[in-house]
DNA sequence: ACGGACATCGAACGAATGTTCAGCGGGGAG
DNA sequence: CTCCCCGCTGAACATTCGTTCGATGTCCGT
């Protein structure tokens, strides 16, 4: 019947070490006096409580939601190196495909620290639905000698959620200086992104974005109801195109395959934007969330681009779940 | 209504101190590092961990017994023809008469185990500071099915630690049913006691306690400063009779003498609760120590309507030295 | 607006904890 | 018996933790 712990060996030694461990941890007691009451040095009970540490003789449970989250993000950190993690617990229990408002929430916390502690001079954005929600739930903040600068091309056919309307609100509620690229986001050929790329106020845009101290971004993906494609950024053949070459997620006007390397296709040459090579060595932070992101998130962490992460309770469980187990 | 729940919402801070606590005790990064990872200061950290600690967010198990302690258990099985015993090494070497914290503890962890193994269905409840504190000590761990009944009556004048407080604590952390019964501690009379019986949802709550697979109670003392008199369920002069009448101890509103016997007082015959007969071949767990304890604790395992027994180091040892030597 | 009560923050310091290392002693092989 | 090996021990040191205190910010009432 009620099979308790009738049975436990609990061997000499681990006797003591479970004693001490009781003192120290539901007792309260410091080493010094589980020394003094056990008669011993105090070096031995810190080596005692080691041990039971080790043997698993203490079970520690943390109460409260966000449990889970905070076992996702270490699970996360660690599978992919990332130097920080954020899983928001789930708002939308509704099956809304991006959970828009909470990573927008989170990203704002997540920015909001940054500028608060005045780690981030310059600070790189991208673009999407996400950031621009993010910049609308940024407590206004007065920061000095802040800038923000846009790492694409802003000018677009979509007035919303595009880069320099991204910017813009970032600074409007900063009163930060913002620079942009007053260029679209595509060139229409390959010769076109040459000549303005020579822009000087592109080239000053640009140069800014590589001192940047820390980079924000979302994550595109690849499918007929894509952002991209409904704003008519890139069209069904251009979409045709990546899916052919096996583009499974866009970042900063890049697109990449399921490896997280650049696919071959037209439009990716076509882009105006930093350099991903240019990113390597800074903080950079994505927010990506929804049913239809995560291979896409797995594949970019994969590369090491990117170092820290924002997403929602249930996305981070699917990326976890589907990851290839290595690493 | 007794409310047991008073604390503020506070979602993103108590979120903030979990995430806080479970990177520090579970993630075993040190303060520092948590610091840096959640972009806040060292302190910051620290005072979040604290209060994570206040709010009692963090539940510590050790697993296994000093060796000194399973001899004991040994021998208060063999003793007392008991199923199981847990004695919990003493942390008290002060003069705290009761040692509730450990016993709160030692409680949870035998509550933890017999919910984790699905071993109980019904689980019948008494009362006191000790099951209160162990309440409050026992993990969040959703359990469907399950479903905690309270073996007295509840309303009374002090709202804390009384049945219907314990019950609530239970179930809010278990997510369980619970069922209480909505009539007063001690009835005025005896003829009160049986309209009082008489009520449905009395009647309900208590046949649905003898269907109980698992019983955990505590065990009262009959003294001036015991918890029953301090709180006014009981006057002086009840008190005296009692004494005049070898009453030693009480459990589920029982009063019983040195023998275990139910004592002739006028007041046991006014207690709302489930009969003793009704506990027979189930599993019955009692919580109980302190130095005022070692004497009920005797009397009532020695009529075998105990099966289990939670007590600390110090009353185990006061518990079978005092005992009759026979057996 | 002003000022005061109050909360919050982080540098700094002392306490507690974890780790290293030289010394000790027992036991087995030569 | 001597020597070496090995594990244990605790002093000393290094790190981490918890608390205090003054500074700074925030809210609210006059």
Redesign the pocket.
């Known amino acids: 019947m009620f099979s308790g712990e009738a049975s436990r060996p609990s061997g000499g030694e681990n006797s003591l070490a479970t004693r001490a461990a009781w003192l120290?941890f539901i007792g309260g007691?410091?080493?010094?006096e589980i020394a003094s009451r056990l008669s011993?040095?105090?070096?031995?009970v810190?080596?005692l409580?080691?041990q039971a540490h080790r043997d698993g003789l203490i079970r520690v449970f943390i109460e409260g939601t966000p449990q889970e989250c905070v076992t996702l993000e270490d699970r996360l950190c660690r599978m992919f190196g990332l130097s920080g993690c954020f899983v928001a617990p789930m708002l939308d229990e509704g099956e809304r495909p991006l959970p828009v408002e909470t990573l927008a929430v989170a990203g704002a916390r997540v920015l909001h620290n940054a500028l608060e502690?005045g780690q981030a001079r310059i600070i790189g954005v991208g673009h999407g639905r996400t950031l621009a929600a993010m910049a609308d739930r940024l407590p206004r903040q007065p920061r000095d000698g802040v800038r923000f600068v846009s790492l694409l091309g802003s000018l677009t056919r979509n007035a919303a959620a595009n880069p320099f309307d991204v910017i813009h609100r970032l600074c409007e509620r900063t009163g930060a200086e913002s620079y942009f690229l007053p260029v679209p986001f595509f060139a229409d050929t390959g010769e076109d992104k040459a000549v303005l790329m020579a822009q000087r106020s592109v080239r000053h845009a640009l140069d800014l974005g590589r001192q940047a101290d820390l980079v924000i971004a979302g994550l595109g993906e690849v499918a007929s109801g894509s952002f991209l494609v409904k704003t008519g950024m890139i069209t069904v053949e251009e979409l045709d195109e990546l899916h052919r070459l096996g583009a499974v997620g866009e970042i900063l006007g890049r697109f990449f395959d399921a490896k997280g390397r650049l696919v071959d296709a037209e439009i990716n040459a076509r882009a105006i934007a930093i350099d991903l090579a240019d990113l390597q060595g800074k903080e950079v932070v994505i927010l990506a969330g929804g049913k239809s992101k995560p291979q896409a998130i797995r594949s970019i962490l994969s590369t090491g681009l990117v170092t820290r992460l924002v997403t929602d309770e249930a996305t981070a469980h699917a990326v976890i779940e589907a990851a290839p187990q290595g690493n």
């Not at 007691?29 to 010094?32: F, M, P, S």
């Not at 011993?40 to 031995?44: E, G």
């Open positions: 120290s007691l410091t080493q010094d011993m040095s105090r070096v031995k810190n080596r409580i080691a502690t």
